[in-house]
């Protein structure tokens, strides 16, 4: 069964202070490692997909990494409009996406 | 393009009762999943459907139940709603061969 631990819970950061959001993952075969934004009230927001060790991505002021064992979302230089939850899920196909709890990101003007 | 819509966008029903949600998915993809998420908890995956037959089923019991249509929408049944059944319920759609979701607002169901 996979399963998806999200560390912190919540991060409070002041606008400008950089940090990383991590996602430890247990698979039995990784098919797609995927990260999601959700605003209070909303449905998850498509950010990356990452599929084997070593790829990263980028968008904007957000990085995604990956390695065997977890995901690091490093923020670099975060706004206040960057404040939402970031959602780990892993899977994909007829099994579903797998969540995490996810990181609830506060950035204080 | 339109992304996925989900309706209605909110719900009231009572203990014992039957609900139905709606989802479209967004122009193009044929695959649709629904996922329930309660408050403080990541999406919990119930069903996949592909081309109007079921591919993937969560562990969820029998009382959820779902189908697609040749339009690739889809509905959500709940039957004998119990209070725990109250959370935001999300669809989500997909492309042919990939794995990427797409995620609607999602329909938030209150159970009283």
């Known amino acids: 069964e996979d399963q998806v631990t999200q560390s912190p819970e919540a991060l409070r950061l002041q606008e400008g202070e950089s940090s990383s959001l991590n996602c430890s993952y247990t698979v039995s075969g990784l098919r797609g490692l995927f990260w999601y934004r959700q605003d209070p009230g909303k449905g998850p927001e498509f950010l990356f997909t990452l599929y084997s060790a070593g790829e990263e991505k980028e968008k904007e002021r957000l990085k995604a990494t990956l390695t065997k064992k977890e995901s690091f979302l490093h923020i670099t230089a975060p706004k206040p409009e960057d404040s939402a939850t970031y959602l780990c899920?892993?899977?994909?196909?007829?099994?579903?996406?797998?969540f995490g709890k996810g990181t609830h990101l506060i950035i204080q003007p | 393009d339109a992304g996925v819509t989900q309706s209605p966008t909110h719900l009231i029903k009572t203990r014992g009762q039957q609900v139905t949600l709606r989802c479209s998915p967004i122009?193009?993809?044929?695959?649709v999943s629904w996922y329930q998420q309660v408050l403080g908890q990541g999406p919990q995956f119930i069903f996949q459907y592909y081309e109007k037959e079921e591919r993937g089923r969560g562990n969820f019991p029998d009382r959820f139940s779902a189908r697609q249509f040749p339009n690739y929408s889809s509905e959500l049944n709940v039957n004998a709603l119990l209070l725990g059944d109250s959370a935001l319920y999300l669809c989500?759609?997909?492309?042919?061969?990939?794995?990427?979701?797409?995620f609607g607002p999602g329909t938030r169901l209150t159970v009283t």
């Open positions: 899920a892993v899977g994909g196909g007829a099994d579903g996406l797998t």
């Open positions: 989500a759609s997909s492309l042919p061969g990939q794995w990427e979701q797409y």
């Open positions: 122009s193009g993809h044929k695959s």
